[in-house]
């Protein structure tokens, strides 16, 4: 997780993420809160034992979005590290190979890393987990098309990392028209034996279909949130580690909140929820809990 030092909302990437708003703070106030937010949400998750290693952004360059940091880097149990192509180009600055630096630090072997980012130059984009939803159990992963997700990146990512694709459109109402939602992890969770999903987001019919299909198929419940629980963040979950190897389904306090009590039950039948007020950081960002968190599979050394 990376702690923020130049928080605020990014005027580049509010052109096609219609989660962000403005809010009527000074971006030092911004930055502040969002800090606050940070530092008490990784409280919550240490509380229950989740091993977090937590890396401070430097002042430059400037990163307004560097608190979400699964967009750019991903981490798998072969030992292999994905570095992915980013749709705003200030967010290539969030780029740090001292991370990796970190990561061995912290004893975890780093074999091989795949670096996507010269798709930019042909103005390609796959933004890391926000754009792939990894099941690594059954060697599948999701991808909703977007400006930020190319299919043939996406391919080429499944065809390197040996996952099966399972591919669609999700889209999201904006100003009455259907528009594409920019990241598939806003509109999806994918857990060990569950799926939280917008499937009113999936508006193809044969898509919405094949993707609940590959997701049964699989023994994963479908636990279905509206696009109205989607804004407020619901489907931006990631399932984590505590300790004694009990599993945490990780969420905002806003998504928590606009869950019915039958689904926290649904859900709590297979883990128990975190949640953390997280409303400056997803109002100025729109981004939730799973985009502040790169989940770590590398083995250890």
Same mark, same amino acid.
């Given at each position: 997780?990376?702690?923020?030092?130049?928080?605020?909302?990014?005027?580049?990437?509010?052109?096609?993420?219609?989660?962000? @708003? &403005?809010?009527?703070?000074?971006?030092? $106030?911004?930055?502040?809160?969002?800090?606050?937010? /940070?530092? +008490?949400?990784? *409280? =919550?998750?240490?509380?229950?034992?989740?091993?977090?290693?937590?890396?401070?952004?430097?002042?430059?360059?400037?990163?307004?979005?560097?608190?979400?940091?699964?967009?750019?880097?991903?981490?798998?149990?072969?030992?292999?590290?994905?570095?992915?192509?980013?749709?705003?180009?200030?967010?290539?600055?969030?780029?740090?190979?001292?991370?990796?630096?970190?990561?061995?630090?912290?004893?975890?072997?780093?074999?091989?890393?795949?670096?996507?980012?010269?798709?930019?130059?042909?103005?390609?984009?796959?933004?890391?987990?926000?754009?792939?939803?990894?099941?690594?159990?059954?060697?599948?992963?999701?991808?909703?098309?977007?400006?930020?997700?190319? @299919? &043939?990146?996406?391919?080429?990512?499944? $065809?390197?990392?040996?996952?099966?694709?399972?591919? /669609?459109? +999700?889209?999201? *109402? =904006?100003?009455?028209?259907?528009?594409?939602?920019?990241?598939?992890?806003?509109?999806?969770?994918?857990?060990?034996?569950?799926?939280?999903?917008?499937?009113?987001?999936?508006?193809?019919?044969?898509?919405?279909?094949?993707?609940?299909?590959?997701?049964?198929?699989?023994?994963?419940?479908?636990?279905?949130?509206?696009?109205?629980?989607?804004?407020?963040?619901?489907?931006?979950?990631?399932?984590?580690?505590?300790?004694?190897?009990?599993?945490?389904?990780?969420?905002?306090?806003?998504?928590?909140?606009?869950?019915?009590?039958?689904?926290?039950?649904?859900?709590?039948?297979?883990?128990?929820?975190?949640?953390?007020?997280?409303?400056?950081?997803?109002?100025?960002?729109?981004?939730?809990?799973?985009?502040?968190?790169?989940?770590?599979?590398?083995?250890?050394?």
């Amino acid at each position: 997780m990376i702690r923020p030092v130049s928080f605020r909302m990014n005027e580049q990437t509010a052109v096609n993420n219609y989660f962000m @708003e &403005d809010i009527d703070m000074k971006n030092q $106030e911004i930055n502040q809160k969002a800090q606050e937010e /940070f530092d +008490a949400f990784v *409280s =919550v998750l240490k509380n229950k034992g989740v091993n977090v290693i937590v890396v401070q952004d430097t002042k430059e360059p400037d990163t307004p979005d560097s608190i979400f940091p699964n967009n750019w880097i991903s981490f798998h149990a072969n030992g292999t590290v994905g570095v992915y192509p980013m749709f705003a180009e200030n967010r290539r600055n969030e780029r740090r190979e001292d991370i990796l630096d970190v990561l061995e630090k912290n004893n975890f072997k780093i074999k091989d890393v795949i670096d996507y980012t010269s798709a930019e130059d042909e103005e390609l984009y796959l933004e890391g987990t926000g754009s792939i939803l990894i099941d690594r159990v059954n060697k599948k992963a999701y991808c909703a098309l977007s400006e930020r997700a190319a @299919e &043939d990146l996406f391919i080429e990512f499944c $065809e390197d990392f040996d996952f099966f694709p399972v591919i /669609f459109t +999700a889209n999201q *109402s =904006v100003d009455g028209k259907r528009l594409p939602i920019y990241h598939t992890n806003v509109m999806m969770a994918l857990a060990e034996t569950f799926v939280v999903i917008c499937t009113d987001a999936i508006d193809d019919k044969k898509e919405r279909k094949n993707v609940l299909d590959h997701l049964k198929k699989d023994g994963k419940e479908i636990i279905a949130i509206t696009e109205q629980q989607m804004h407020h963040f619901a489907g931006n979950m990631l399932q984590v580690l505590g300790g004694a190897d009990k599993r945490y389904m990780v969420m905002s306090s806003a998504a928590y909140g606009s869950l019915t009590p039958k689904q926290i039950a649904q859900i709590e039948n297979h883990c128990a929820i975190l949640h953390s007020s997280l409303h400056t950081i997803e109002t100025c960002g729109g981004g939730s809990a799973r985009c502040m968190m790169a989940e770590v599979f590398l083995p250890k050394s």
